[in-house]
Each structure stands twice: as C-alpha cells, then as structure tokens.
C-alpha cells in the first residue's frame, strides 16, 4: 500500500494555512499487526501560539507539556485533557499548532465504526485509534512511522476540498479568541465533530 508522503516543508508554514491545507489529507495508521487503517482529516482548528488566548503556550508558558509546540514543524503535540482524552495535533513552530478534530474512517474500519462516527472528535479519534503520549514529538510525515499524514495515494491524482470556515469549539475561557474563525472543515462532509459551522 503506497502512500505519497508530505515533502518535510509541508507544516513549515503559516499555522493557519497549514490547518486548510491539512483538510483532505490521509491519517494513516500502521499495527503492529501489521493492518493499516486509513483516515480522511475532515476538520482542524489552528492555534496561533503567544498572541493567542486559547493556545497552551499563550503568553509565552514553556512547560513540559509545551514544550512539544515549539518542536520541529511536522512533529506531533499531544496532550491529554479533561482527565480522560489525548488530543493530536500538528506541530508549525514557534508554540503553535493545528488540532486534528474529526476523520473521515475509509479503509480498515467496519461499516458499524462509520454509522456511530467514531472519528468525529479530537478526544474519540485519539481513543479509536490508540492515538497516546507515545506519538508526542514524533515525526507525523515520516512514512515509515506507525502514525503519518500523507496525500492521496500514489497513481490517484490530488482532488481540491471544499472548505468551511468557523469558530473553534469548546475553548469559551479564552473570550474573545474563542469566536475566531480558525475551524475548518471538510464541506457536507457527514464526519465533521459538530455541524455548528
């Protein structure tokens, strides 16, 4: 099974060019077992590092936790909240990233997995998919890692995505950063986390 790769470059971009840009693309997840369960990002929200209230590194905070966001570009931020959920997450440099919030399921899940979403948010694709600190600061474009993002498959052309803009969810404490329209999400897609767009 092939897998276009992103070139290195891909996430050394402005963050919020990088949350569209993200839209379409493949999660690909490699077993131990050696099964491969192939995802479509559908939905990303970009946080803007120091200047933005609702990023973990807003105000400059460098903790242990953070310390991932100011990483390579194309390496993974993950982080667990709410006691209960690993959130995964895009790292662009200089304390900011992009969140992954939903995934299309496309080869290696059941027709059941697909009806009851379980893709459809950054805590529930995280626990489906086994998504845990293990993959904090690994290389999320390298094609011989158990998780990657890739492009379309090899031999298929790239096709364009339409995109809907709109407020990140869930992050009410950051006022009025709460209300930027940094969530994008696959339009008509039936996976996105919530429809409010």
């Not at 626990?127 to 379309?152: C, H, W, Y």
Request: with cysteine.
């Amino acid at each position: 099974m092939n897998f276009r790769p992103l070139p290195p470059t891909f996430a050394r971009k402005d963050t919020i060019e990088v949350a569209l840009a993200l839209i379409g693309k493949l999660l690909i997840l490699q077993a131990q077992d050696f099964s491969v369960r192939v995802s479509r990002i559908v939905e990303t929200e970009a946080y803007l590092g120091e200047e933005d209230p609702a990023c973990h590194t807003f105000g400059g905070r460098k903790t242990p936790r953070t310390q991932a966001m100011y990483g390579t570009p194309g390496t993974a931020y993950v982080y667990f909240i709410y006691g209960m959920y690993y959130c995964l997450n895009v790292v662009t440099g200089k304390g900011e990233a992009v969140l992954i919030r939903a995934l299309e399921p496309l080869e290696g899940f059941t027709e059941e997995q697909r009806r009851n979403k379980v893709l459809s948010g950054p805590g529930k694709l995280c626990r489906e998919l086994g998504i845990t600190k293990e993959l904090n600061q690994k290389n999320l474009f390298d094609p011989g890692a158990a998780v990657f993002i890739a492009a379309e498959r090899d031999g298929l052309e790239e096709h364009s995505h339409d995109v809907i803009h709109g407020e990140r969810v869930g992050i009410s404490s950051a006022g009025d950063a709460a209300h930027w329209p940094l969530r994008f999400g696959l339009k008509d897609s039936a996976f996105l986390s919530s429809p409010r767009f």
